[in-house]
Structure formats: structure tokens, C-alpha cells
């Protein structure tokens, strides 16, 4: 072979190497673009998703201070947490059954 030929034959090597790594690197680049892509995408649809669920935690919460200044609230609070009832009501308090398996209820009250 000539030494024009040989020239020829890696320049044609040497231009053609130079392609396949410029696909390859495109190919890389728009693969990991298209990844990264459909993540936000996953990403983006559980921030929605959270986003109602706190808008609907926010309508209880509102509902809940409405509630703040009701009387059923305030009765609410004084049973549930301060252990406060009526002057008339009868409250019963269940006891575990003893060793005979008799239950001794007592009643506070009236």
C-alpha cells in the first residue's frame, strides 16, 4: 500500500471513531436527561398528591377553630381532658372483675 493510502485509510478510521463517540455521547446525554426527566415527573406527582392532603387536613384544622368557642366544644374539652361532668349526672365507672368473677360498679354522683 502507498502512503497516500494508508493516510486515507486513517483519516477515514480516525473520522469515523470520532462520529460513533459523538453519537455515543448524545445518546448518553438524552438518556440521562430522559431519566432525570421522568423522576421530577414522579417527583412532581407526589407533591401534588401531598399538597391536597394538606389542604384537607387545613379544611379539618379550620373547622376545628370554628369549633374552639362552641359549647359543645367547651363540654367536650372539660369531660374528655379535665374529668368534669354535670352536678346531676350519674357516672358509672367499670372495675375488673376480682377473683370470684364479680363486678363491682361504682357510681359517682346523684
Known amino acids: 500500500m502507498t502512503e497516500k493510502k494508508k493516510r486515507f ?11 460513533v463517540f459523538i453519537f455515543g455521547f448524545t ?3 438524552f438518556a440521562s436527561n430522559a431519566i432525570k426527566f421522568y423522576e421530577l415527573q414522579d417527583q412532581q ?4 398528591q401531598r399538597i391536597e392532603e394538606e ?4 379544611n379539618q384544622l379550620d373547622e376545628q377553630v370554628k369549633q374552639i368557642g362552641s359549647k359543645s366544644y367547651v363540654e367536650f374539652v372539660a369531660r374528655k381532658y379535665l374529668g368534669l361532668y354535670y352536678p346531676d349526672e350519674v357516672i358509672v365507672i367499670p372495675v375488673e372483675a ?13
Open 9 to 19: 485509510i486513517r483519516r477515514r478510521l480516525l473520522i469515523i471513531m470520532m462520529l
Open 27 to 29: 445518546a448518553y446525554l
Open 45 to 48: 406527582s407526589q407533591l401534588v
Open 55 to 58: 389542604k384537607i387536613r387545613s
Open 98 to 110: 376480682g377473683k370470684d368473677g364479680a363486678s363491682n360498679d361504682q357510681t359517682i354522683g346523684k
